[in-house]
């Protein structure tokens, strides 16, 4: 049975199972060294090549798995969880999401049989040159530039902050093509690192992931061959972005789950063992409440994530702005606070490097930056809303209509349902002023707004069934302490939204007030978690 993660079946979770094993014997003992000598493992490289892990969402034909989006998410999850070694996660995200999705979703047949298999196996290493030293999410700003001469084009700029760049041989390069200034006029190229103006200028230092090389990139004067271009000309940055950045938003982002999960299980572990004035710190309501918040937001960031990952294999043509940025504002805002509470649990021991929790809380702050920071993803969850009835629409999908139905008159009533009917009214009335899109106070206030509407009524929806062990009356409990906790997180920015709507926010925060502090159900949840992790021997304190 895996405890930590009701939410799989079948061949799902042996999946995941066999992909924890394999982090636990063949990550775990070395990743404490290699983060230390910030040093690269080639040989666990090769052998995860081996294994198909490197090449899930490719086609068979390719030399991949043919697997979905979600199979990788879980593949992510499952590598964290069982080694806590968020860089060479990193490493192969960026090999296995930006840097070879581009060549599936858009190369040619050619590019795909030249690079696809190679990139399968392991034998080359790809990233993604997007961001420069000085522009990052402005593609407006973007310097490098591509002019074009007879059979192909002559590459000259830079790329910052380039995931395996010291180790990559193939790199999807955004480069400017026309003299315009907005995101067209962008075209993407496949760069080799053995082509004559390639310089990796610079290895980085890095505050975490540093088990994951990163570099600075540098092209002087480097042809780059017409069949290397990648997809149509000056629509590479756009075509890209949207084919392969949700994925990166969703896959990457799913690592930050494995951390939680691990947090989870060594803190409680930890807690339960190290007595202080006579007694397991785990008795003590504060480390009670911060295990049973970090069960709380993991099991809610799987909810969000799986139904992401799921939309985006029934529906691969469809764009998921709003719905991708909400998974990684909520998962890497989340993810930073239980880093934190699991370096305190730990205490003194926490704060040494020798223990996974301090590596999990310097690597942990890169969920917030990497891939478009928080504040960039708040502009597109805020930008994406296209009106009430389809928001209702989109994360309603996630669920039957019977099932919705059935769970919110489960909740009718309660003080959870008074609180998300208030959200619900405020989602209405400030959607539809114009004003909130005029101030980034409001911008960002209503994307708070959204992501914690659409956590909390994906949690009651959830509310119907047993996920193999994790019971209903289990869910009912840990929803009372989600919506505790998560509502806290987010009131200062909603709040914000008060000169939109100032009795709406005004019932918000009164439906806030009305909640029960979730003190009984933070001592159950924590029997229950002892009960799944420590065993049934376990003694009640």
Not at 15 to 27: L, N, W
Not at 152 to 159: A, E, H, R, W, Y
Not at 266 to 277: D, E, I, K, M, V
Not at 330 to 351: L, R
Request: proline letters at 4%.
């Amino acid at each position: 049975m895996l405890f930590l993660n009701p939410y799989l079946e079948s061949e799902d979770r042996d999946f995941y199972i066999t992909v924890k094993e394999f982090a636990k014997e063949r990550a775990l003992p070395t990743v404490e060294q290699r983060d230390e000598d910030c040093t690269w493992d080639d040989e666990l490289w090769k052998e995860m090549g081996s294994m198909g892990l490197l090449g899930i969402p490719l086609p068979e034909q390719y030399g991949g798995q043919g697997g979905s989006c979600f199979q990788c998410c879980l593949a992510q999850e499952a590598f964290n969880a069982g080694s806590m070694d968020s860089g060479f996660g990193l490493s192969w995200g960026a090999h296995m999401i930006i840097g070879t999705l581009p060549i599936l979703f858009q190369g040619t047949e050619a590019q795909k049989n030249k690079y696809l298999p190679k990139l399968a196996s392991g034998e080359w290493i790809a990233g993604l040159g997007l961001t420069e030293p000085d522009s990052g999410s402005d593609a407006a700003g973007m310097r490098t530039f591509a002019e074009k001469t007879q059979g192909g084009f002559i590459l000259n700029g830079s790329k910052m902050y380039i995931t395996n760049g010291p180790i990559g041989q193939v790199f999807i390069i955004m480069a400017r093509t026309t003299k315009s200034r907005g995101p067209m006029g962008v075209s993407a190229f496949i760069v080799e690192s053995n082509m004559k103006g390639f310089r990796v200028s610079k290895v980085l230092k890095k505050l975490g992931h540093n088990t994951s090389t990163t570099a600075e990139l540098s092209f002087e004067d480097m042809f780059v061959p017409e069949e290397n271009l990648l997809g149509p000309l000056n629509s590479g940055f756009l075509r890209i972005g949207k084919a392969t950045l949700e994925w990166e938003r969703t896959v990457l982002l799913a690592a930050l789950m494995g951390g939680m999960e691990n947090a989870v299980e060594s803190c409680l572990q930890y807690a339960w063992h190290r007595h202080q004035f006579g007694k397991p710190i785990l008795s003590f309501f504060a480390m009670k409440e911060k295990i049973a918040r970090t069960w709380v937001y993991l099991c809610a960031a799987r909810r969000v994530i799986y139904f992401v990952a799921r939309k985006k294999d029934s529906e691969p043509d469809v764009s998921l702005p709003m719905e991708s940025s909400i998974v990684k504002v909520y998962a890497s805002e989340v993810c930073e606070e239980v880093a934190s509470d699991a370096v305190q649990i730990f205490g003194g021991m926490g704060y040494m490097r020798e223990v996974p929790v301090s590596r999990f809380y310097r690597d942990v702050k890169l969920g917030t930056i990497g891939g478009g920071t928080s504040e960039v993803q708040r502009s597109i969850i805020s930008a994406s809303y296209g009106g009430y009835d389809k928001f209702k629409n989109i994360i309603e999908s996630a669920v039957s209509e019977e099932t919705r139905i059935a769970s919110e008159k489960k909740i009718k009533d309660t003080p959870v349902a008074r609180l998300i009917t208030k959200l619900d009214k405020l989602v209405r009335t400030v959607g539809e002023n114009p004003e909130r899109k005029k101030r980034q106070p409001f911008e960002f206030g209503f994307a708070d707004l959204l992501t914690l509407t659409t956590i909390l009524k994906l949690s009651v929806w959830d509310l119907m069934e047993d996920s193999n062990h994790y019971k209903v009356a289990d869910k009912e409990r840990d929803i009372k302490i989600l919506a505790y906790y998560l509502t806290a997180r987010y009131i200062r920015g909603i709040v914000y939204l008060k000169e939109l709507d100032e009795q709406g926010v005004s019932d918000f925060l009164k439906a806030f007030g009305d909640l029960t502090v979730p003190e009984k159900e933070i001592e159950n949840c924590i029997e229950f978690l002892k009960e799944g992790i420590l065993g049934a021997t376990a003694v009640s304190v």
